[in-house]
């Protein structure tokens, strides 16, 4: 079966850099696009963009754009998402997802941002 | 940048339908999906492509669209319905961008 796994929990202080990952299994990872998504604490969901795994090729939401990059390892079958230049109002739950018909989401990953 | 609109909150008795809306300049034109996401939970797809539902979703869940507006309609509401759900589509631009309407809270009084 299609499963996403997710790296773990991050505490980060401003200005630093965080990357989670999310291994992909049960699926050809090349065939489908991984999307990056986040959801602060009683918010809604926030769409980061995406990456053709295929390719490798990102597509970021403009408000994202300068510090969000999302690259991909093909050996491996992970998605990355490295977001940099950390405020307070990063802190969320990250997730990857294979959207779509099939609906695949990673279990998530918190990350908190705190002097 | 584009935007998808749903009402904030809908309440609805058990045994009652829910319908919940979802609207954008582009949904004649793109797919909708719809995720059901409860309390500490990742999101569950209950709808795709507007119309269709996922393997082992109920039947009580279904997708109408009408023009620009897409609907999510829970009919027979029970307990368990309740929940945030979200409607996502692309903005459809040559380049798919995904979105996420701000998402409606369902209460089951």
């Known amino acids: 079966q299609v499963r996403l796994l997710q790296s773990g929990a991050e505490v980060k202080t401003p200005g630093a850099s965080v990357k989670v990952s999310c291994l992909a299994s049960g699926y050809n990872f090349s065939a489908h696009i991984i999307h990056w998504v986040r959801q602060a604490r009683g918010q809604g969901l926030e769409y980061m963009g995406w990456i053709n795994s295929k390719t490798g090729g990102p597509n970021y939401v403009q408000k994202f754009r300068g510090r969000v990059t999302m690259t991909r390892d093909t050996s491996t079958a992970t998605a990355y998402m490295e977001l940099s230049n950390l405020r307070s109002d990063d802190t969320a739950v990250y997730y990857c997802?294979?959207?779509?018909?099939?609906?695949?989401w990673g279990q998530g990953t918190q990350v908190t941002v705190s002097s | 940048s584009y935007e998808l609109t749903q009402p904030p909150s809908v309440s609805v008795s058990p045994g009652q339908t829910a319908r919940i809306t979802c609207s954008g300049a582009?949904?004649?034109?793109?797919?909708v999906y719809w995720y059901q996401q409860r309390p500490g939970q990742t999101p569950l797809l209950v709808i795709y492509?507007?119309?269709k539902r996922p393997s082992g979703i109920p039947e009580r869940f279904s997708g109408s669209t009408s023009g620009t507006t897409v609907t999510l309609a829970i009919s027979g509401v029970q307990a368990e319905d309740e929940a945030d759900y979200y409607c996502?589509?692309?903005?459809?631009?040559?380049?798919?961008?995904?979105?996420f309407g701000g998402g409606t809270r369902l209460t089951v009084l």
């Open positions: 997802a294979r959207l779509g018909k099939g609906g695949y």
């Open positions: 996502q589509s692309s903005d459809g631009a040559a380049t798919f961008q995904g979105v």
């Open positions: 582009a949904l004649s034109k793109e797919f």
């Open positions: 492509e507007d119309t």
